[in-house]
């Protein structure tokens, strides 16, 4: 099966790899497997106080497919509300990456991810 350019591209030249300390009240972690696969992805997003991610990164164990997914996602939620990046679809990555239907699973685990990454810095913030 081939990846298409996008996904090549997002493999081979990551975006916002990294990771932050997960300690920062004003970073929320997420961190998501998919049981189909067993690959793992954590997902990091700095919030300013007015609610606004400031700053994101990812770190992917994983096919080529949940990297390119997880550095759109975070070059997609910079400068974003967290309801904004609430309502992310991982249809809307699996779309912009022209995944094909046995890739959805690794868009769905972004999406997962930055809605658990929102989740921990909302507890962290008493929310
Ligand atoms: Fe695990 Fe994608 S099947 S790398
Ligand atoms: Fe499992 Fe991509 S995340 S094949």
Not at 8 to 18: A, L, W
Not at 79 to 100: F, R
């Amino acid at each position: 099966m081939a990846y298409s350019e996008q996904v090549i591209d997002h493999y081979e030249n990551p975006r916002n790899v990294g990771k932050m300390d997960a300690a920062d009240a004003s970073v929320g972690t997420g961190m998501v497997g998919a049981p189909a696969c067993g690959d793992v992805m954590r997902l990091q997003i700095k919030v300013s106080e007015s609610g606004v991610i400031e700053d994101a990164k990812f770190k992917t164990y994983g096919c080529g497919s949940a990297i390119a997914s997880s550095s759109l996602v975070t070059e997609w939620v910079k400068g974003m509300t967290l309801d904004q990046a609430a309502d992310l679809k991982n249809t809307q990555i699996a779309d912009e990456l022209a995944l094909p239907p046995v890739k959805i699973h690794c868009s769905v685990l972004a999406e997962d991810a930055i809605k658990a990454a929102i989740q921990d810095y909302k507890q962290k913030q008493g929310k």
